[in-house]
């Protein structure tokens, strides 16, 4: 199978994942890069904010159709991101790159079992809104996004769920809002350092990837979100799994 047809299939996955689920497609997007397309880890984590930056936006612009992105307290929890998300990002290269792989093949595992586990977080009635704690889990998300290259869309949503009080469909809405200006802040610090990113592969997985994300959100409305996320927590497991045996052996 040619890299070019690899980096279409792992676009619309990537795609299809964020437009659903409104996150998870980042978490598949830099080991995507690494192990098919034969990307070096940090030029794969800047990949992987560009790819997921514009499909995010993509994403976005279809759930705002359907009315489900509250802008202002979205934007604001965004904001508190960014600063954490351009240090850390500024700084992300100068890490040895075996602990950034075992670093995401953590997260991607903790991800993988929060999906597993089958307990989405819900939204209570009169919910009050901390600021403090509303701009702690936003810092956060945003050195995260800096650190691995990815959106935390998988963080995001049960965070706007709990912390702001955000019903479910409102906060995979507006996680995109989230993931976009995140992984802008981050791609933003790292293009100094990113060297030449090779478009022949990355130029078609972006193309895939943004249409998959107007298909993933079309799938949301059919499919239940609980067996998409139980199949897309197998894939990531299994991901994880062999991201972390690669680094430690």
Same mark, same amino acid.
């Given at each position: 199978?040619?890299?070019?047809?690899?980096? /279409?299939? @792992?676009? #619309?996955?990537? +795609?299809?994942?964020?437009? $659903?689920? &409104?996150?998870?497609?980042?978490?598949?997007? =830099? !080991?995507?890069?690494?192990?098919?397309?034969?990307?070096?880890?940090?030029?794969?984590?800047?990949?992987?904010?560009?790819?997921?930056?514009?499909?995010?936006?993509?994403? /976005?612009? @279809?759930? #705002?159709?359907? +009315?489900?992105?509250?802008? $202002?307290? &979205?934007?604001?929890?965004?904001?508190?991101? =960014? !600063?954490?998300?351009?240090?850390?990002?500024?700084?992300?290269?100068?890490?040895?790159?075996?602990?950034?792989?075992?670093?995401?093949?953590?997260?991607?595992?903790?991800?993988?079992?929060?999906?597993?586990?089958?307990?989405?977080?819900?939204?209570?009635? &009169?919910?009050?809104?901390?600021?403090?704690?509303?701009?702690?889990?936003?810092?956060?998300?945003?050195?995260?996004?800096?650190?691995?290259?990815?959106?935390?869309?998988?963080?995001?949503?049960?965070?706007?769920?709990?912390?702001?009080?955000?019903?479910?469909?409102?906060?995979?809405?507006?996680?995109?809002?989230?993931?976009?200006?995140?992984?802008?802040?981050?791609?933003?610090?790292?293009?100094?350092?990113?060297?030449?990113?090779?478009?022949?592969?990355?130029?078609?997985?972006?193309?895939?990837?943004?249409?998959?994300?107007?298909?993933?959100?079309?799938?949301?409305?059919?499919?239940?979100?609980?067996?998409?996320?139980?199949?897309?927590?197998?894939?990531?497991?299994?991901?994880?799994?062999?991201?972390?045996?690669?680094?430690?052996?």
């Amino acid at each position: 199978m040619t890299a070019l047809i690899l980096a /279409l299939i @792992a676009g #619309a996955a990537v +795609g299809l994942s964020l437009g $659903a689920l &409104g996150g998870g497609g980042s978490v598949l997007a =830099v !080991p995507a890069l690494i192990y098919l397309l034969g990307m070096a880890p940090s030029q794969a984590t800047t990949a992987s904010l560009l790819i997921v930056a514009a499909t995010s936006v993509t994403g /976005l612009l @279809a759930h #705002a159709r359907a +009315g489900n992105v509250r802008w $202002a307290p &979205g934007a604001a929890f965004a904001a508190a991101g =960014v !600063p954490p998300a351009i240090a850390v990002g500024a700084v992300s290269h100068r890490l040895p790159q075996t602990l950034l792989t075992v670093a995401f093949s953590l997260l991607a595992t903790a991800a993988a079992w929060r999906m597993l586990r089958g307990t989405a977080p819900h939204a209570k009635d &009169g919910h009050t809104v901390r600021p403090a704690r509303a701009a702690l889990a936003g810092a956060g998300l945003g050195g995260v996004t800096g650190l691995l290259g990815v959106g935390g869309g998988f963080l995001a949503v049960p965070a706007l769920v709990t912390v702001l009080g955000f019903a479910m469909p409102q906060a995979v809405g507006t996680s995109l809002l989230v993931i976009a200006v995140n992984s802008l802040a981050a791609l933003a610090a790292r293009l100094p350092s990113a060297g030449v990113l090779d478009w022949a592969l990355v130029g078609p997985f972006l193309g895939a990837a943004i249409l998959g994300a107007w298909d993933g959100k079309r799938i949301a409305a059919k499919v239940p979100a609980w067996r998409l996320q139980r199949i897309f927590a197998v894939l990531l497991l299994a991901v994880a799994v062999f991201m972390l045996a690669d680094a430690l052996w």
